[in-house]
Nanobody
Framework: QVQLVESGGGLVQAGGSLRLSCAASGSIFSINNMGWYRQAPGKERELVARISSLGSTYHADSVKGRFTISRDNNQNTLYLQMNSLKPEDTAKYYC???????????WGQGTQVTVSS
C-alpha cells in the first residue's frame, strides 16, 4: 500500500505559477508510474501528466508547454510545476501512483487549485 499526500495548491491570478508536491510513503518499491489528475466541478477526472520510473513523461495537450511533471526518487516526491495558469486550470488536483493501471493504484486526497481571471 502506498500513501500519497499532496500539497501546494491555492488561489492564484491568471498568468501566475504554482508548484504542487506529492509525498509518497509505504510500499514505494511497487510504484512504476506516477501522475497528476484533475477534476473540475461537473467534469470528469482527467490526466494532466504522468512520469515513469525511468523518467519518461507525458503531458496533456491542454497543459503542454505550461506544466512540467518531475519526480525525486530519493525523496519519494512527485512535483507538478504549473506556469501561465489559466482560469480553466481551476480544479482539484490528485496525485496517483501505480504499477500497471491507475485504476488499481493509490490516490491522494487532492489539493485545490483556483485560478482567478
Amino acid at each position: 500500500q502506498v500513501q500519497l499526500v499532496e500539497s501546494g495548491g491555492g488561489l492564484v491570478q491568471a498568468g501566475g505559477s504554482l508548484r504542487l508536491s506529492c509525498a509518497a510513503s509505504g510500499s514505494i518499491f511497487s510504484i512504476n508510474n506516477m501522475g497528476w489528475y484533475r477534476q473540475a466541478p461537473g467534469k470528469e477526472r482527467e490526466l494532466v501528466a504522468r512520469i515513469s520510473s525511468l523518467g519518461s513523461t507525458y503531458h496533456a495537450d491542454s497543459v503542454k508547454g505550461r506544466f512540467t511533471i518531475s519526480r525525486d526518487n530519493n525523496q519519494n516526491t512527485l512535483y507538478l510545476q504549473m506556469n501561465s495558469l489559466k482560469p480553466e486550470d481551476t480544479a482539484k488536483y490528485y496525485c496517483a501512483a501505480w504499477r500497471l493501471s491507475p485504476t488499481m493504484g493509490s490516490w491522494g486526497q487532492g489539493t485545490q487549485v483556483t485560478v482567478s481571471s
